[in-house]
């Protein structure tokens, strides 16, 4: 099972992507993850990384493709994997799709979950993550069961410093200028499937999973 996850920042992406993962047993890969685990180690990486997501712009694709195929050639995606925030340029899903082809393989989903903007600010500025396992919180739509620490690993649970407010408006800008032909690319190949990102965690997962059961190999 290949799956693309697509949508908005704030969208609930890397909510969904956990139950996913866990649900059907495929590696949850994101670039975001990724990236925050290098600025919290202080690689180079990281520091690179940093400049860009800070200002709530995207990473160059040099930097962001080498990782992601070099993520993919690993043992564990195999069989499966679940891609979140990334592609995220028509650039980068060409170079996914080469990467694919090469090894005969091919993207079987790509989930949008669409949420309008005005939802957006609240489900940013709310949200709470743990930098040690990637699981994210809400304040108040999906609090941790203690305050401040993760349900997952038990860690620290923090504020991301691009969720602040002016940051966010330049990543949903990105979104709409970089992101969204993507929904167009897919659509043409007929791999895109719609979900309604407003409804509840549960609802959305129970959407997903609906969809995703076609892709799964019975064993
Ligand atoms: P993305 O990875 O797409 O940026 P997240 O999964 O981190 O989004 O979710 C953004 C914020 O919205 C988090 O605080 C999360 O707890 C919350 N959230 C996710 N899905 C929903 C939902 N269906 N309803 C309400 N809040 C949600
Ligand atoms: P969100 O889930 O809120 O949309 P992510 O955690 O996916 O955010 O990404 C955080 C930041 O990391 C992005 O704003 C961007 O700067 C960088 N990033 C993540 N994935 C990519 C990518 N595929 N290409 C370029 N930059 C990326
Ligand atoms: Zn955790």
Redesign the pocket.
Known sequence: MKIVLLG???AG??TQAKLISKGFSIPHI????I??KNISEETPLGVE?KK??DK??????EV?IDI?KDRLSRDDCKSGFLL??????VF?AECLDDFLKNREEDIDSVLLIGVPPEFILER?TGRRVCLNCGSSYHIGFNPPKVAGICDVCGSEIIQRD??KETTVKE?ID?YEKSTQPLIDYYDKVDKLFTLDGTKSIEEVFEDVSKHLAQFQVKK
Request: proline share 12%; aromatic share 8%.
């Open positions: 908005p920042p704030g992406k890397g994101s670039t975001g993850d990236f925050r990384a860009f997501i709530g712009l995207l990473v160059p694709d962001t992601t979140d925030g990334f592609p995220r340029t980068q940013m691009d969720d990543r990105v």
